[in-house]
């Protein structure tokens, strides 16, 4: 009996230390529940999750005196030229009060001929291009299309109108151009308000040096096309709106582009040179050289490339005994000056004389 109420005792008291630890386990937890019950409700949370549909209070610094809106960073502020692509049309009259340089210029270039029915100025005159002027001018002179990207048009934007009319012919290979891939604009180039325009011939290739000036030290050098009295032009070769052909040529090929001009080298010969007939470019700077007839090289620098151990008749190098280093004769040293391989082999773009085939007749 004894034994029995030890027991109970051991019982009693092992009950009464679960519920000391009990208690002391859920104490702590009851004081932070406390603690948050009592917290203002305007304290701003300390941990702000993105995903939460709650309001994320603000702590705005007393000592912060700037505007609403005047922040540097602050919210963007609403477009005032918000919709300039709609509302009514005003009509080229109206433009011309503020102006009339602009409409006189249009009137005498193809995009103002109101007779015409494709040009613009058949159809809504300036608003054609740059829109309706209703909010243009009630904003006394903003809020306009621009071509030159003022109200933050896009390049796709500007060139979309250009290309609603000018999109088949000489334009039809614009994209994917080398100059639509450098993001240029119609009117990085063009400008339709002024009378000489890039397709003027006096003009144009001050343009286009604007960024090939490489191009342009090339053309001021002793052998070159007549670019300089502007006989020849960059659009002749080149068709700047993109091509089939390579560096935007109008033709095909570079060969092709040359014969549009030089006819008389096309052949086809009974004896054929197969430089010139593979790429007048192996040869000839197109753009200038210092050398006579645009060539790459001096004439017997230039054959020497390729030519470099012709062999004559009686088993002697050619090329060799022509600049004198293996002519035992020193008497010939006197034909080094001014020699040239063309002296002898004069058609060197192709022959049909049938005792041609060494090209000198």
């Known amino acids: 009996m004894q ?7 051991m019982n009693l008291n092992s009950y ?22 009592d917290a203002p409700a305007n304290e701003a949370v300390d941990r702000y999750d993105p995903g939460s549909d709650d ?20 919210f963007k502020q609403p477009n005032p030229c918000e919709g300039m692509e709609r509302g009514d049309y005003l009509g080229s009259e109206v433009c011309a009060d503020c102006h009339q340089d602009k409409i006189e210029n249009m009137k005498m270039s193809p995009h103002g001929q109101a ?8 159809r809504e005159g300036c608003e054609s291009c740059h829109g309706p002027g209703m909010l243009h001018f009630e904003t006394e002179g903003n809020c306009i299309i621009s071509l030159t990207g003022r109200y933050g048009e896009s390049v796709d934007q500007r060139n979309g109108i250009c290309l609603e009319c000018h999109q088949a012919g000489g334009r039809m290979h614009w994209f994917g151009s080398l100059h639509e891939a450098e993001d240029l604009a119609c009117v990085s180039c063009h400008s339709i308000h002024k009378r000489h325009d890039v397709t003027e011939r006096t003009a144009q290739k001050e343009v286009c040096y604007t960024c090939h000036q490489n191009i342009r030290a090339q053309t001021l050098r002793v052998s070159r096309h007549p670019t300089r009295e502007n006989k020849v032009i960059c659009s002749d070769c080149h068709n700047p709106h993109g091509s089939a052909g390579p560096s935007s040529l109008k033709q095909f090929t570079i060969n092709e582009n040359c014969y549009s001009c030089h006819a008389e080298k096309r052949g086809p010969f009974l004896w054929e040179h197969q430089p010139a007939s593979e790429d007048c470019t192996l040869c000839h700077n197109v753009h200038g050289s210092n050398h006579q007839a645009l060539l790459n090289k001096p004439g017997p620098q ?6 470099s151990n012709e062999s004559a008749s009686g088993g002697r190098t050619h090329i060799g005994r022509l600049l004198d280093y293996r002519n035992p004769d020193v008497k010939r040293g006197r034909s080094v000056i001014a020699q040239n391989c063309a002296n002898c082999h004069s058609k060197v773009h192709g022959s049909n004389h049938p005792s041609g085939r060494a090209l000198q007749r």
Do not use: N, W, Y
């Not at 034994?3 to 005792?9: A, K, N, T, Y």
């Not at 519920?19 to 104490?27: E, H, K, N, R, S």
């Open 55 to 74: 309001a994320f209070p603000a702590e705005i610094d007393s000592a912060d005196t700037v505007e609403a809106g005047d922040a540097e960073h602050a």
């Open 16 to 37: 009464k230390l679960l519920v000391v630890l009990a208690t002391a386990l859920l104490i702590p937890g009851t004081i932070l529940i406390a603690a948050e019950t």
């Open 115 to 122: 007779a015409d029915p494709r040009t613009p100025f058949a």
């Open 302 to 307: 230039l054959c020497q490339q390729c030519h």
């Open 3 to 9: 034994i029995h109420l030890s027991g109970v005792e």
